[in-house]
Nanobody
Framework: VQLQASGGGLVQAGGSLRLSCAAS????????WGWFRQAPGKEREFVAG????????NYADSVKGRFIISRDNAKNTLFLQMNALKPEDTAIYYC???????????????WGQGTQVTVSS
């Protein structure tokens, strides 16, 4: 599986962005999906996840109520709708695919290249 993340950019605090992650290869529905982020000098952290069947979601406390993870099976694309953005959301955002919905990065086998999100105050 190859993943291509896009949609990052520069936005003012309070604004919105929608990240996309296009997946190539077979069995898009057979994976659990996650969005992670990494700010300079910090470890990569879990942001949001979607279970294999699509009915289970999980969010980091810092983004609950502001971010929404979803997918379009017909287009093999994962999304992250980010609303009410804060300067502390600034990071490189990565999409990832794995076998189980987990919050630990090393449990995900496939990774996108990352897309930069910068939130100005």
């Amino acid at each position: 599986v190859q993943l291509q993340a896009s949609g990052g950019g520069l936005v003012q605090a309070g604004g919105s962005l929608r990240l996309s992650c296009a997946a190539s290869g077979r069995n898009f529905n057979g994976y659990a999906w996650g969005w992670f982020r990494q700010a300079p000098g910090k470890e990569r952290e879990f942001v949001a996840g979607l279970g294999r069947l699509g009915g289970t979601t999980n969010y980091a406390d810092s983004v609950k109520g502001r971010f929404i993870i979803s997918r379009d099976n017909a287009k093999n694309t994962l999304f992250l709708q980010m609303n009410a953005l804060k300067p502390e959301d600034t990071a490189i955002y990565y999409c990832a695919a794995g076998t189980v919905l987990l919050t630990t990065p090393h449990r995900y086998k496939y990774w996108g290249q990352g897309t930069q999100v910068t939130v100005s105050s």
